[in-house]
């Protein structure tokens, strides 16, 4: 995405990952953005001012007094300049001064008078991150509706592994990408039907046969989707994950009320992404009571599977002029299969990957992802975050949509 005539402020304080802002000034200056930098006296600690200052073509802001006074109200203007800031790295330090309105530097001034949606990357070590003071002053800025970057989890400065670590450029840039998407509206007009996480069939009133599905790719295509302008209906097996803003959800457990569910909603629909991982048995007949396990005596426990229902050949025999994109999780002879379910099942498309791939293992927050298309086009994409995935699969269904 190209940000020619965006105006983008970056905040930087002080914090070691601030080595990472001069990353982040140079791909936004390269997708065309105009760029200023605002910086905390600590941080200048970390990376000098005209690093930064040569990256962006810019004055850095450091001083909340510029030695021209004529050039004293300098936080104003710039606030109404902005078409969006980012705090990237945002300290233990700088969230709480944000979170309680403070304005004793250049920086937590700036974030007083700016006009537009803002953005915060916390990084900062495991134990600050994870302090309640912290989680406090984060619920805070969100209920005013920023952003916050969820950190990455690894090894620290310090030593210590947990979450706490900057995330990459490209993820930063993505979140980005999102507000500037949000007014694209691109699927305005839209009707998406979007199926995430896993389905839950009963042994009894207790247990199930399950599975890892966590739903975060399902959740961040249906929020794709509706910051992209479309009516998004999303179906869901039992996760716990928010609703994405914008869009209406439907709760299911087993594999059978998911299939109701989608076969209750598809003919309205232009596009069709199915993402859950739907169980291909359900128990016969589950018990009534828990089974208890000296019942079994001393042999083990056998259980008689039918087969559920098959959402995504069921959409593929009543499609029409929907567009219908599957999921395929294989861990062996991974396109051979894939390419087998996108023609047995009349799919358009088919996003391919293997739990066993580094990155893109069931909860993680990353994916690694090949696309398959009917008209015998593939794409291999190397591994991003979830919500990056899920507007390529947007992006990728669109097209598809408009060669037909």
Known sequence: ??????????GVTGSIAAYKSALLVREL???????????????????????????????????????????????????????????????????????????DNALTSLALAIRC??????AMDTDMYLHTATKDNLDILRRR???????????????????????????LMHAIERHFRAGDNDLRGMAVLVTAGPTQEPIDPVRYIGNRSSGKMGFAIAEAAALRGAAVTLVSGPVALPTPEGVTRIDVESAREMHDAVMKYYDVQNICILAAA????????????????????????????????????????RKGDMLLVGFALETENEQENALRKLKEKNADMMVLNNPRVEGAAFGSDTNVATLLFADGEHEELERMSKAQLADIIIDRALIALRKR
């Open 29 to 103: 200056v390269k997708r065309g953005a105009e760029v200023r930098v605002v910086m905390t006296p600590a941080a200048c600690e970390f990376i000098t001012p005209l690093t930064l200052a040569t990256l962006s073509g810019s004055d850095v802001v450091i001083d909340m007094f510029p030695a021209d006074r004529s050039k004293g109200t300098w936080h104003i203007h710039l606030g109404v300049w902005a078409d969006l800031m980012i705090v990237a790295p945002a300290s233990a330090n700088t969230i709480a001064k944000l979170a309680h309105g403070f304005a």
């Open 117 to 122: 949606p803002m953005v915060i990357a916390p």
């Open 145 to 171: 509706e920023v952003d916050i970057i969820q950190p990455e989890s690894g090894e620290l400065a310090s030593g210590l592994t947990g979450p706490g670590r900057l995330p990459e450029t490209h993820v």
């Open 278 to 317: 739907v169980a291909d048995f359900t128990v016969s007949t589950p018990a009534e009571q828990k089974i208890k396990k000296h019942s079994l005596g001393s042999g083990g426990m056998q259980l008689a599977l039918d087969r559920t229902p098959d959402i995504l050949a069921g959409l593929g025999e």
């Open 1 to 10: 995405m190209s940000f020619a005539g965006k105006h983008i402020i970056v």
